[in-house]
T-cell receptor, first 113, second 114 residues
């Protein structure tokens, strides 16, 4: 079983749609969760980070964590063509240490005008 | 807004040659990382660096790889004798401190080994 699983997509939606992106993980020691956006041949751009179960909102983005189910989600409201990118979930441990990130494979999102 | 920078953006080298990839992390950050992403695959951890020494490395980070922080601003990844399979995007990342887990990534260096 992979440590972090993410549907690679592509996920195609019309402009204005609500997008739901998801990851599951197997290691219950993961406590800190991040979502990155990556445009083609560019570096990952941090969108959201959270370390507790529940929801965290930032503008059009909401990150949701369910540690009991080992499931995290990113919701994008009012999606725009400029949101077309690959979305990477990443997670790490919150204990002492140097906290390497473990990434999912990424979901490619296409928002059509 | 401070950001991580990397040079060069693209490096082409011949198999067996040495390459040095350079990064300037965000200035008040204390933890530094290298990751790589082979085309079409996921981002993979290579090495973390703190207090002027390697704190963790992956299986990928073998004796051909080394990292250095030669001064107060630069952070480098050296590949001593490149192989075809080293062709990938290499990302540098930095993190502020133990209380904040989020890592900020640079734009990457695309390494092509021919």
């Amino acid at each position: 079983q992979k440590e972090v699983e993410q549907d690679p997509g592509p996920l195609s939606v019309p402009e204005g749609a609500i997008v739901s992106l998801n990851c599951t993980y197997s290691n219950s020691a993961f406590q800190y969760f991040m979502w990155y956006r990556q445009y083609s041949r560019k570096g990952p751009e941090l969108l959201m980070y959270t370390y507790s179960s529940g929801n965290k909102e930032d503008g059009r983005f909401t990150a949701q964590v369910d540690k009991s189910s080992k499931y995290i989600s990113l919701f994008i409201r009012d999606s725009q063509p400029s949101d077309s990118a690959t979305y990477l979930c990443a997670m790490t441990f919150m204990n002492t240490g140097f906290q390497k990130l473990v990434f999912g494979t990424g979901t490619r999102l296409l928002v059509s005008p | 807004e401070p950001e991580v920078t990397q040079t060069p953006s693209h490096q082409v080298t011949q198999m067996g040659q040495e390459v040095i990839l350079r990064c300037v992390p965000i200035s008040n950050h204390l933890y530094f990382y290298w990751y790589r992403q082979i085309l079409g695959q996921k981002v993979e951890f290579l090495v973390s660096f703190y207090n002027n020494e390697i704190s963790e490395k992956s299986e990928i980070f073998d004796d051909q790889f080394s990292v250095e922080r030669p001064d107060g601003s630069n952070f480098t990844l050296k590949i001593r004798s490149t192989k075809l399979e080293d062709s990938a995007m290499y990302f540098c990342a930095s993190r502020r401190g133990t209380a904040r887990g989020e890592q900020y990534f640079g734009p990457g260096t695309r390494l092509t080994v021919t």
